[in-house]
């Protein structure tokens, strides 16, 4: 897939006479454009593109003109659609004719390019490659929608329902899996809420679905996949942020790994009267943004570090209660009952053994004291040990030799307390100063326990110039390890490689 990659250049220009093309060569950022994403057969991917305020009227292969070939008083409006499917690329496209205003006539062409060639087929030879139903992926807020979906509004028991479902023909182009590709839902999320399945966060609300019901129009409250799989999601608030949560399920959905164990672990919580705020989970079963929990991470020798603690904004509000690991069996690890004033719990794993260091101060006798616990568990146990006086020392001796800690980064998101960002700018450029922080919570100097390792940013284009859908996370290396504790960033703004971000990365003496 990744040679195919890098050959396709797809561009959306909108040139300086007004037309919008697509081009099959050569890519350019695009301007109202719309673009849909989806999946089909194995590691497949589909994409369309619909002009937005104006219409694609041409279509290109470099500066070679495949449709029209004549100009002429006729207007077009083209949608086109690109089938991926390892070295060869399937286009399809609709032609829709407009003369003096008016809808004359809709056709559609398929065409095959690998090689650096294209060439027109039948639909026969083009429906032959396309295996399966095409899921095309979904966003539920107030965005354009794909132009095969059927839209239906009804009104039952004093509440707007809201249908989606995918045309069986378009224009008189039968949709069915054999004349043409057969459309159903894929990736269902919502760009504004995320969902949430038992205590975990996850970033879309179903894979496939063939039906969509939102109940109310303009502040849904509940989503229904009503067939196949059924899933009901209904709108909460977690510190003031909202979430669409599943409440009703059926035991397909329990086939799914990941949704069986959110969905248990939620179950036994939920017999106890849900679950306790705020509670850490170390195995992130239960999502620690959800409860305001921020976390960095990193490698130290061949240990995997985590530091957690509660969010800055929270922190006059709530407090951590429970530590727990919900991969075994008795999961409790520690319960908070200290007014503590700052909380911070380390994390040390591999593939044999964990270390948790808990710490958090408390005022005793009008002054504020430094309190640590530690607990170990190996792979095969099902609780963790507290560890007396003279093992924690030797734990701590042999952490310190491994220091420092390696902690990554990613420079284009919202930093953890523990890292400073500060923006310079002269009015021409801007230039990021990143660093860690002196001192911890605790008032002790870290400056020999971390530096910055790992440096990444979010992606946002796949192949040439299409934009990634809102729910994606694609994070691009940029530098494999820094290894200093400062450093400023410098974008590039040029657009010769749109899959890889220009930034320039420069150490800073400590």
């Known amino acids: 897939m990744t040679s195919i990659i890098t050959i396709l250049t797809i561009t959306l220009i909108e040139c300086v006479f007004g037309v919008i093309y697509v081009d099959l060569k050569n890519f350019i950022v695009p301007n109202g454009v719309n673009v849909f994403h989806?999946?089909?057969?194995?590691?497949?991917?589909?994409?369309?593109?619909?002009?937005?305020?104006?219409?694609?009227?041409?279509?290109?292969?470099?500066?070679?003109?495949?449709?029209?070939?004549?100009?002429?008083?006729?207007?077009y409006n083209l949608f086109v659609e690109l089938f991926i499917i390892n070295k060869v690329i399937l286009v399809s496209f609709y032609v829709h004719t407009f003369n003096d205003g008016l809808l004359k006539s809709v056709n559609r062409h398929t065409i095959s390019i690998s090689s650096d060639k294209y060439s027109h087929i039948s639909n026969e030879e083009f429906m032959y490659k396309i295996n399966g139903p095409v899921l095309v992926s979904f966003d539920i807020g107030p965005k354009p929608k794909h132009p095969f979906i059927?839209?239906?509004?009804?009104?039952?028991?004093?509440?707007?329902?809201?249908?989606?479902?995918?045309?069986?023909?378009?224009?008189?182009?039968?949709?069915?899996?054999?004349?043409?590709?057969?459309?159903?839902?894929?990736?269902?999320?919502?760009?504004?809420?995320?969902?949430?399945?038992?205590?975990?966060?996850?970033?879309?609300?179903?894979?496939?679905?063939?039906l969509i019901t939102i109940y109310n129009l303009y502040e849904p409250f509940m989503i229904q996949f009503p067939f196949g799989c059924l899933q009901n999601y209904e709108i909460k608030t977690i510190f003031g942020i909202e979430y669409w949560f599943l409440t009703t399920y059926d035991g397909d959905l329990l086939q799914d790994r990941e949704h069986m164990n959110a969905i248990k672990l939620h179950i036994s919580y939920r017999n106890?009267?849900?679950?306790?705020?705020?509670?850490?989970?170390?195995?992130?079963?239960?999502?620690?943004?959800?409860?305001?929990?921020?976390?960095?991470?990193?490698?130290?020798?061949?240990?995997?570090?985590?530091?957690?603690?509660l969010m800055d904004k929270y922190v006059n509000q709530y407090r951590i209660r429970i530590i727990i690991d919900s991969k075994i069996d008795n999961r409790t690890i520690f319960m908070q009952r200290n007014q503590y004033i700052s909380f911070n719990i380390e994390v040390y794993r591999n593939e044999e053994e964990t270390y948790i260091i808990m710490c958090y101060d408390v005022f005793k006798l009008e002054k504020i004291k430094k309190k640590c616990n530690f607990y170990y568990k190996r792979r095969k146990m099902n609780h963790y040990i507290t560890l007396i006086k003279s093992e924690c020392i030797d734990i701590n001796k042999r952490i310190e030799k491994s220091y420092p800690i390696k902690l990554d980064i990613t420079i284009d998101e919202e930093q953890p307390s523990l890292f400073e960002k500060k923006e310079i700018s002269d009015g021409e450029m801007t230039i990021h100063h990143f660093s860690i922080k002196e001192t911890n919570d605790f008032g002790e100097s870290i400056l020999n326990k971390y530096v910055f390792g790992a440096v990444y940013a979010t992606g946002s284009f796949q192949p040439g110039n299409i934009p990634l859908e809102p729910?994606?996370?694609?994070?691009?290396?940029?530098?494999?390890?820094?290894?200093t504790n400062k450093?400023?960033?410098?974008?590039?703004?040029?657009?010769?490689?749109?899959?890889?971000?220009?930034?320039?990365?420069?150490r800073l003496r400590t």
């Open 38 to 75: 989806g999946r089909f057969n194995i590691n497949s991917r589909y994409f369309m593109f619909v002009g937005d305020s104006e219409p694609i009227s041409e279509l290109r292969y470099g500066n070679e003109v495949i449709f029209p070939k004549e100009n002429g008083s006729q207007e």
């Open 272 to 309: 106890q009267y849900g679950i306790t705020l705020i509670t850490l989970d170390i195995s992130e079963l239960v999502s620690p943004e959800l409860f305001g929990i921020e976390k960095v991470t990193g490698p130290i020798g061949n240990w995997k570090y985590t530091l957690y603690k």
């Open 471 to 483: 729910f994606r996370k694609n994070k691009v290396m940029i530098n494999p390890n820094i290894n």
């Open 150 to 210: 059927n839209s239906t509004i009804s009104l039952v028991l004093k509440r707007f329902l809201h249908k989606y479902i995918f045309e069986d023909n378009y224009k008189g182009f039968m949709l069915d899996g054999k004349s043409g590709p057969l459309y159903k839902f894929g990736y269902v999320y919502d760009s504004n809420r995320p969902a949430v399945v038992g205590y975990t966060k996850l970033p879309y609300l179903t894979e496939e679905s063939f």
């Open 487 to 506: 450093f400023i960033v410098r974008n590039k703004s040029t657009f010769d490689d749109l899959n890889t971000p220009q930034y320039q990365l420069f």
